[in-house]
């Protein structure tokens, strides 16, 4: 079992930063690729970024370039760095491990997940 605990969202302007953490406890982390996602206001859950046990990132092509995905196994914690805010970045934003490998992007891949933490984009 893993336990996933997001953090650090909140309200802020377009353009603006926000830094996500997700805590994991009750298995070892360091093992395990992790991933991001996010479930807007009316759309379906869709895939923000993943990172492999050995650092290798993935990312969705809307969060490209201003996102970055990493992790410290010595705190079990992995992070997600926002930058260049939107509104169309507005969700609840959800950490998983990842457990399958057909497809990073598919939440089938995953089965322990967090509670979600509220990221709220104004323009």
């Known amino acids: 079992q893993m336990q996933l605990v997001e953090s650090g969202g909140g309200l802020v302007q377009a353009g603006g930063s926000l830094r996500l953490s997700c805590a994991a406890s009750g298995s070892t982390f360091s093992r395990y690729s992790m991933g991001w996602f996010r479930h807007p206001p009316g759309k379906e859950r869709e895939f923000v970024a993943s990172?492999?046990?050995?650092?290798?990132?993935y990312y969705a092509d809307s969060v490209k370039g201003r996102f970055t995905i990493s992790r410290d196994n010595a705190k079990n914690t992995m992070y997600l760095q926002m930058n260049v805010l939107i509104p169309e970045d507005t969700a609840v934003y959800y950490c998983a491990r990842r457990v399958r490998f057909r497809s990073a992007t598919s939440s089938n891949d995953y089965d322990y997940w967090g509670q979600g933490t509220q990221v709220t984009v104004s323009s």
């Open positions: 990172i492999t046990s050995n650092g290798t990132t």
